[in-house]
């Protein structure tokens, strides 16, 4: 793999110049992608706003030169594709975000994954998925690069390139994947899809609470590589971010995916040291008030509490007054037990506690999306869900 360091990443010549200094170390485009083939491009939207410079959302400065890079191997066809987190529109992300200028600008199509069909593949034996629905445009690419932007997660640690795979699937399966276990769902997917090329958008990245929460990070990088476990270990030793933390890396080298041992990566341009750059993590404490809020926390994970304190902070972003909230127990982990106290609106969250999940405000998923948690309180406050009902998302 290998790591090119520019000095603006806001800059669509620097970016160019640093895009075309990556593929002379990976291999030139015209090496690498067969010619007359068909290139699907899988960015990381998970935004409707403009929030490219805010390191949420792969940029089009960077999509623009990669596009141009790959243009010089003369594929038939360049599409951009993308398939968004649930309850966000596609479209809107392409729009908001330059997508359409670099469309104009390069002649590549832009693809709402959702507007095609979807191809049930089997996932490895033995594990959570058993089969999984993938979009059927990427299965019959020609050549198919993964281009994630880098940045930290409260549920996975960071995403990069394993996790951005999962916007290749339904809306239905995104769900599934936070129901059975968003980390091993994921990998699994890995398993079976395997991109040709990951190039990473690190011009922009994000630290603190991603997927959207976080504070942009000038890093002006860009990773590429052939290995989606080799791509995301380095990722994280850039990030200061020791590989055995990160669940999925952990899941992967259990199933034997990958290349995860360090002493076999072999990285080209920068050195990992000289761009390390330790990134503030998901995991700042919880803070809820004594009064409002009683918190019972049995042994769990830290990605409950985040996704709780994340969804929080989004409904105060968004305007939404907290009041009116009843006094609530909230309970996650295996061993917190609900106290039935007939004061308190009881709140379990997480598969950790579906012993509750007959309770009218439990809120399943291993973690639960963040989104799902800020649902669950304004549908306490009597506002509406802007996500759908919470049946959707709970699987016996």
């Known amino acids: 793999m290998a790591i090119v360091k520019g000095e603006n990443g806001k800059d669509l010549e620097e970016v160019r110049r640093m895009m075309g200094e990556l593929f002379s170390l990976l291999g030139a485009a015209s090496g690498i992608i067969p010619p007359k083939s068909r290139v699907l491009i899988k960015p990381n939207l998970t935004a409707e706003e403009n929030l490219w410079e805010k ?5 089009p400065l960077f999509m623009r030169a990669l596009v141009e890079e790959v243009q010089k191997a003369r594929p038939a066809e360049i599409v951009i594709a993308e398939a968004i987190a649930v309850g966000l529109n596609t479209k809107k992300a392409f729009a908001c975000n330059g997508y359409e200028e670099v469309a104009r600008a390069t002649g590549a199509r832009l693809l709402d994954l959702y507007d095609g069909e979807f191809e049930e593949i089997q996932a490895p034996q033995g594990g959570l998925l058993k089969t999984v629905r993938v979009s059927r445009e990427v299965l019959r690419a020609d050549f198919f690069i993964n281009a994630p932007v880098l940045k930290t997660h409260f549920a996975s640690t960071l995403t ?28 699994e997917l890995n398993a079976v899809l395997k991109p040709h090329l990951h190039v990473v958008d690190g011009l922009i990245a994000m630290e603190g ?5 976080g504070t942009p990070v000038g890093l002006n990088l860009l990773l590429g590589g052939t290995d989606a476990v080799a791509v995301d270990t380095v990722a994280a030793r850039i990030m200061g971010i020791d590989p055995t933390e990160v669940l999925s890396l952990c899941l992967a080298r259990g199933m034997g995916l990958g ?12 050195s990992i040291e000289e761009v390390r750059r330790p990134f503030l993590r998901a995991c700042a404490p919880l803070d809820l008030e004594g009064e409002k809020i009683r918190f019972l926390n049995g042994r769990a994970c830290d990605a409950c509490p985040n996704g709780l304190r994340i969804a929080l902070d989004r409904l105060k972003a968004a305007g939404v007054s907290l009041e009116k909230l009843p006094r609530l127990e909230v309970s996650v982990g295996s061993e917190a037990r609900l106290s039935g106290s007939p004061d308190r609106v009881p709140f379990p969250v997480g598969n950790c506690q579906k012993q509750y999940r007959h ?6 998923g291993c973690p639960p999306p963040a989104f799902l948690l800020a649902d669950e309180v304004r549908e306490i406050l009597g506002l ?9 998302f709970i699987r016996e």
């Not at 609470?209 to 929460?213: E, Q, T």
């Not at 509406?384 to 959707?392: A, L, Q, Y």
């Open 384 to 392: 509406p869900r802007r996500f759908g009902p919470k049946k959707d």
């Open 259 to 270: 290349v995860g041992d360090e002493k076999e990566i072999i990285v080209r341009g920068r």
């Open 160 to 187: 990069a390139a394993m996790k951005n795979l999962k916007g290749t699937t339904t809306y239905e399966e995104k769900k599934r994947f936070h129901s059975l276990g968003l980390n091993k769902a994921f990998t």
């Open 209 to 213: 609470d991603g997927p959207v929460a």
């Open 55 to 59: 390191g949420i959302v792969t940029g």
């Open 359 to 364: 309770l009218p405000h439990y809120v399943p």
